[in-house]
Each structure stands twice: as structure tokens, then as C-alpha cells.
């Protein structure tokens, strides 16, 4: 199948998307725009950016911190609660 010259339609459906993904993305960065539609409603924009992500500066990155963990032990002991209540405790 050759390739197509026409532009692409304003609006496309998910899956002529997915499989002509590269043709819409080239359209953006030409400047046009897509709706997306899923079932036929519209629920995405395809667009140009409006300026390129500023690059980052140097020193404005900071080192990660060490997370500090608590344990604590629990004797479990008879019947009573199972050690996955006492963890889901913990985590609330």
C-alpha cells in the first residue's frame, strides 16, 4: 500500500491512532492538531507543544535522602489476630 500524501483527518478514531501513530505525531510536530475519539466521542487532543521543555540547570538536583525504617517486633502468641492485620496497622 503506498503511503499517503493527504493530511491527516481532524478527527480519528483510537485504533486508525494506534496504527498510524507516526503520521499523526508528525502532523503535530507540523503544527495541525487530532481529535481522538473512542466509540465516536471525542476524549483526547493530539497537539503541537507550545515551547520545547526548558533543559535542566546543573545544581538544582538534590541528592536523595535515606529513608529511615522502624521496625518493631510482635510475639504472636494463641489464638487472635494474624500477623497481616498487625502489617496492615502498620501501613495505615
Same mark, same amino acid.
Given at each position: 500500500?503506498?503511503?499517503?500524501?493527504?493530511?491527516? *483527518?481532524?478527527?480519528? #478514531?483510537?485504533?486508525?491512532?494506534?496504527?498510524?501513530?507516526?503520521? %499523526?505525531?508528525?502532523?503535530?510536530?507540523? #503544527? #495541525?492538531?487530532?481529535?481522538?475519539?473512542?466509540?465516536?466521542?471525542?476524549?483526547?487532543?493530539?497537539?503541537?507543544?507550545?515551547?520545547?521543555?526548558?533543559?535542566?540547570?546543573?545544581?538544582?538536583?538534590?541528592?536523595? *535522602?535515606?529513608?529511615?525504617?522502624?521496625?518493631?517486633?510482635? *510475639?504472636?502468641? #494463641?489464638?487472635?489476630?494474624?500477623?497481616?492485620? %498487625?502489617?496492615?496497622?502498620?501501613? *495505615?
Amino acid at each position: 500500500m503506498p503511503p499517503r500524501t493527504t493530511s491527516p *483527518r481532524p478527527e480519528v #478514531g483510537v485504533r486508525e491512532l494506534h496504527n498510524q501513530l507516526s503520521r %499523526y505525531i508528525r502532523h503535530a510536530a507540523e #503544527g #495541525g492538531e487530532v481529535i481522538v475519539t473512542l466509540r465516536g466521542r471525542p476524549v483526547a487532543r493530539l497537539a503541537p507543544m507550545e515551547a520545547p521543555p526548558e533543559p535542566c540547570e546543573s545544581g538544582l538536583v538534590e541528592e536523595p *535522602r535515606p529513608r529511615t525504617l522502624e521496625w518493631r517486633r510482635i *510475639r504472636l502468641q #494463641g489464638p487472635g489476630p494474624l500477623a497481616s492485620d %498487625y502489617v496492615l496497622d502498620q501501613r *495505615r
